[in-house]
């Protein structure tokens, strides 16, 4: 491992044996190539999304990196341990938030999985006792403690799996999904605490999620992986260049008007009524536009829609492959 990377990834490849039934006693084998010769490191305390359409390869990798899968070639490091090696080992130094899989005892309270981890990974009790009182707080969770996480609803259950990944201090974190079924004032919430773990603590944070917000607002790096090879490795802003992708501005104006005249390369690509909807590189600030709009137009509300990753990766695919 180099002196600078705590993830490294060197070539890593993950091959799946597929066998499907093709007529009566036969079956066709296939190999499915899940993740393709991908290398990537990772400095302690950054922060990076990875993301890519469902089936990229992004959840492998994830596997991977915490030894529950074992890579078909390649090297895989994480703090200096080879994850498939030293799987019980790496799991004190990392968390791990898996989307809609939950790491909580389905049937118990919720504090009684917290106490189970308390248990598992040998937190010294007066540790255990200061994290749980800053996540409970900092994650809204102390009328939850006491409810079956059955009974939680999903962004309920999320938060409460981010704190069960966090008791440990973990120094890295895996998050597939971290904001998914959560409100937006809860959204912000779990973005704050998330830049504040990796604040104070110099957490490791590696992101998987299909809201550019999330990655926007925590990431200042990204990696894009489809059909299981890396695509993109760079800020947000080169990624938005890289597939030209735009964001729309919906404006709602107090009466029907003529097409706003927007400044080049902002332009109106639909009116229905007094609402219009402009288009402008997702690369360049909202800022300037909205600031003429509100001047010369009879103004009453607008917001701001991101650009779907998944349509801007197709397009990055698209134009590597007719290259």
Same mark, same amino acid.
């Given at each position: 491992?180099?002196?600078?990377?705590?993830?490294?990834?060197?070539?890593?490849?993950?091959?799946?044996?597929?066998?499907?039934?093709?007529?009566?006693?036969?079956?066709?084998?296939?190999?499915?190539?899940?993740?393709?010769?991908?290398?990537?490191?990772?400095?302690?305390?950054?922060?990076?999304?990875?993301?890519?359409?469902?089936?990229?390869?992004?959840?492998?990798?994830?596997?991977?990196?915490?030894?529950?899968?074992?890579?078909?070639?390649?090297?895989?490091?994480?703090?200096?341990?080879?994850?498939?090696?030293?799987?019980?080992?790496?799991?004190?130094?990392?968390?791990?938030?898996?989307?809609?899989? #939950?790491?909580?005892?389905?049937? @118990?309270?919720?504090?009684?999985?917290?106490?189970?981890?308390?248990?598992?990974?040998?937190?010294?009790?007066?540790?255990?006792?200061?994290?749980?009182?800053?996540?409970?707080?900092? *994650?809204? @969770?102390?009328?939850?403690?006491?409810?079956?996480?059955?009974? @939680?609803?999903?962004?309920?259950?999320?938060?409460?799996?981010?704190?069960?990944? *966090?008791?440990?201090?973990?120094?890295?974190?895996?998050?597939?999904?971290? #904001?998914?079924?959560?409100?937006?004032?809860?959204?912000?919430?779990?973005?704050?605490? @998330?830049?504040?773990?990796?604040?104070?603590?110099? #957490? #490791?944070?590696?992101?998987?999620?299909?809201?550019?917000?999330?990655?926007?607002?925590?990431?200042?790096?990204?990696?894009?992986?489809?059909?299981?090879?890396?695509?993109?490795?760079?800020?947000?802003?080169?990624?938005?260049?890289?597939?030209?992708?735009?964001?729309?501005?919906?404006?709602?104006?107090?009466?029907?008007?003529?097409?706003?005249?927007?400044?080049?390369?902002?332009?109106?690509?639909?009116?229905?009524?007094?609402?219009?909807?402009?288009?402008?590189?997702?690369?360049?600030?909202?800022?300037?536009?909205?600031?003429?709009?509100?001047?010369?137009?009879?103004?009453?509300? *607008?917001?701001?829609?991101?650009?779907?990753?998944?349509?801007?990766?197709?397009?990055?695919?698209?134009?590597?492959?007719?290259?």
């Amino acid at each position: 491992m180099t002196e600078q990377a705590f993830i490294e990834v060197d070539q890593v490849e993950k091959v799946f044996d597929v066998r499907r039934k093709t007529g009566f006693l036969k079956r066709e084998r296939r190999e499915v190539r899940a993740v393709d010769s991908i290398s990537f490191t990772v400095a302690r305390g950054e922060m990076v999304g990875y993301i890519g359409p469902n089936g990229a390869g992004k959840s492998t990798t994830i596997k991977m990196l915490t030894g529950i899968l074992t890579p078909s070639a390649g090297r895989l490091r994480v703090a200096g341990i080879d994850p498939s090696q030293e799987r019980t080992r790496l799991a004190h130094r990392i968390g791990v938030v898996f989307g809609q899989r #939950t790491t909580l005892w389905w049937d @118990l309270p919720l504090i009684d999985s917290y106490k189970l981890m308390h248990r598992m990974y040998r937190i010294p009790d007066a540790r255990y006792r200061e994290n749980l009182d800053r996540l409970v707080e900092l *994650l809204d @969770l102390r009328d939850l403690l006491d409810s079956p996480v059955r009974q @939680l609803s999903l962004g309920q259950r999320m938060r409460g799996d981010i704190a069960a990944a *966090l008791l440990h201090d973990p120094e890295v974190l895996y998050l597939d999904e971290p #904001t998914i079924g959560l409100d937006v004032v809860s959204k912000v919430r779990v973005r704050e605490f @998330l830049k504040e773990v990796n604040a104070e603590r110099g #957490t #490791t944070v590696l992101l998987t999620t299909h809201d550019l917000q999330d990655i926007e607002q925590l990431c200042s790096r990204v990696m894009v992986i489809d059909h299981g090879r890396l695509m993109y490795d760079g800020p947000l802003a080169g990624l938005h260049e890289a597939g030209e992708s735009e964001r729309t501005l919906v404006v709602d104006l107090e009466r029907e008007v003529p097409p706003i005249d927007a400044p080049a390369p902002a332009r109106v690509v639909k009116v229905d009524g007094p609402r219009q909807w402009l288009a402008f590189p997702a690369s360049e600030s909202a800022a300037p536009l909205v600031a003429r709009i509100a001047a010369e137009y009879p103004l009453v509300d *607008l917001s701001v829609r991101e650009p779907d990753i998944e349509a801007v990766i197709a397009k990055m695919y698209a134009e590597r492959a007719g290259a």
